[in-house]
């Protein structure tokens, strides 16, 4: 029996007619809002949006119909399950027992992005694992087929040697002046800029180890979890804090600054009181990692884990869990650029 893995395509024309203010939240109800899809990917496939839950969900096997007339749905907040197209991604196995050749480190699917047809993955690993892997698969209708002959390790970033826990390559986008898939590890945290690397440059062919090391200027504060090439070229990255971070965080360097001067409500943040989401403009150059702020998200507990920009707006999309600390639905955020 093959495993299959669900996710979903969206009319971006869906996403944007109930998004009139300059900033709106779009709920997603029923099978499709379920805390257990977890969402760690929202990629643009043409003029439609790719919902990438992290794990496989045999034992749901959704039918939802394609997505209506944008006008149908104009002024809603609520998207429903007949708005949506479900796609299945096939070849799930010989991919898994490649990764768990040496164990079970396995933990699902944290990037996703179209190039093309074809749709490049971030796999995440557990802590005995020091890499995360890049896989590839092909989309034709409505099935995206993995390639188990091409697949990518790409070493993890690392805390004095050590790895740091639950920190995987979140981000994976096609950096076009180079030709490239561009992996952002989401920890960049680290004491020596120069020295360490906190992302890579992968060949979109997977068939070598000649990936290239990418480092930051400055670090970022706290987690990079999603980033995206606009059509022109311009790259954005979601950067999120959550309170129960903080040691890990800022364990590795601790004279890194806390946000503070780009929010004024940003407090209270010792006592990990709160949330924090903020939008960030990045640059490539000369294989170094610029960045600036550009929009706050907000103090929520919603972990924003998803990111593309269309027509000067920007969707984001949250991974809801059962966690104490985070949403217990999901829901799409639309924002003004």
């Not at 050749?101 to 699917?109: D, H, L, N, R, V």
């Not at 076009?176 to 690397?197: I, Y």
Request: hydrophobic share 40%; charged share 20%; aromatic share 10%.
């Amino acid at each position: 029996m093959r495993t299959v893995l669900k996710a979903f395509t969206l009319c971006i024309s869906m996403a944007l007619s109930v998004a009139a203010m300059a900033q709106n939240d779009v709920i997603l109800d029923n099978a499709i809002a379920n805390p257990v899809q977890e969402y760690s990917a929202l990629a643009m496939v043409g003029k439609k949006l790719l919902l990438v839950p992290q794990y496989p969900l045999d034992n749901n096997t959704y039918t939802v119909k394609a997505c209506l007339d944008a006008k149908k749905a104009a002024g809603k907040k609520t998207l429903k399950q007949r708005n949506f197209t479900t796609v299945t991604i096939t070849h799930l196995s010989p991919v898994l027992s490649a990764i768990n050749s040496k164990g079970k480190i396995y933990q699902g699917f944290e990037a996703a992005n179209a190039v093309g047809n074809t749709i490049f993955f971030s796999i995440e690993t557990d802590e005995s694992a020091d890499s995360c892997y890049l896989i590839k698969g092909y989309l034709h209708k409505d099935t995206i087929a993995l390639d188990a002959r091409f697949i990518q390790g790409i070493a993890k970033v690392k805390c004095d040697g050590n790895i740091v826990d639950n920190a995987g390559f979140e981000s994976l986008t096609y950096h076009p002046a180079s030709g490239k898939l561009l992996a952002v590890f989401e920890f960049t945290n680290v004491a020596n800029v120069q020295k360490t690397p906190v992302a890579f440059l992968v060949d979109t062919s997977l068939q070598n180890n000649t990936i290239q090391p990418v480092y930051i200027q400055e670090p970022v504060p706290f987690r990079i979890t999603d980033v995206y090439t606009a059509a022109d070229g311009n790259m954005y990255a979601i950067n999120f804090w959550w309170a129960g971070e903080y040691n890990d965080y800022f364990a590795c360097n601790k004279n890194t600054p806390l946000p503070v001067a780009d929010s004024s409500a940003f407090t209270n943040v010792k006592n990990k009181g709160n949330c924090y989401g903020r939008i960030l403009q990045m640059q490539l150059s000369n294989h170094t990692l610029s960045w600036t702020p550009v929009k706050e998200i907000g103090y929520d507990g919603y972990n924003w884990e998803g990111i593309v920009l269309y027509k000067n707006k920007f969707i984001i999309i949250s991974d809801a869990n059962k966690g104490k600390y985070q949403e217990k639905t999901t829901h799409m955020r639309v924002l003004k650029k």
